[in-house]
């Protein structure tokens, strides 16, 4: 009878352990700064993806690496399909880098995506970066699912 008690006792405590780490995983998850918040863009990754330095106090900056939201660009290197796809990725990230590299940015809806990537709506010069890549083809429209 002890042994089944412990059994039980041992099994209620993983259960709530694993529940609390899936609420605490959660919460993060659904953690969003709405913004603005300013930022510069050091690094284009790819044609979607950025490196952006923020200050997020007095004297105090992070630098960090954030995928654009609303948009997807065709994949480069080994992710890439065919040749044709790597050359589209080329041009997206070759746009993205005239539009954004070297820029202020602002960032909205700042928050981690299903991945865990940071993820952001961002405007340059007052354009958003997702809806002027979708216009001029270099991207397609993408919500994340």
């Known amino acids: 009878m002890n042994l089944k008690l412990a059994t039980i006792s041992i099994s209620l405590v993983s259960i709530f352990i694993s529940l609390t780490a899936m609420l605490i995983f959660f919460a993060r998850a659904a953690e969003i700064l709405p913004g603005p918040i300013q930022a510069y863009v050091v690094r284009v990754i790819d044609g979607d993806t950025i490196v952006v330095r923020a200050s997020v106090w007095l ?80 991207a397609r429209a993408y919500d994340g699912g």
């Open 59 to 138: 004297n105090q900056t992070v630098e960090e690496s954030l995928r654009i939201d609303g948009m997807d660009t065709p994949e480069s290197g080994e992710r890439a399909k065919c040749e044709d796809e790597r050359n589209s990725a080329r041009m997206a990230t070759a746009a993205l880098k005239a539009m954004a590299l070297g820029k202020d940015a602002t960032l909205y809806r700042v928050r981690r995506d299903k991945y865990g990537r940071l993820l952001a709506s961002i405007t340059v010069g007052g354009k958003d970066v997702a809806q002027t890549m979708i216009a001029a083809g270099h």
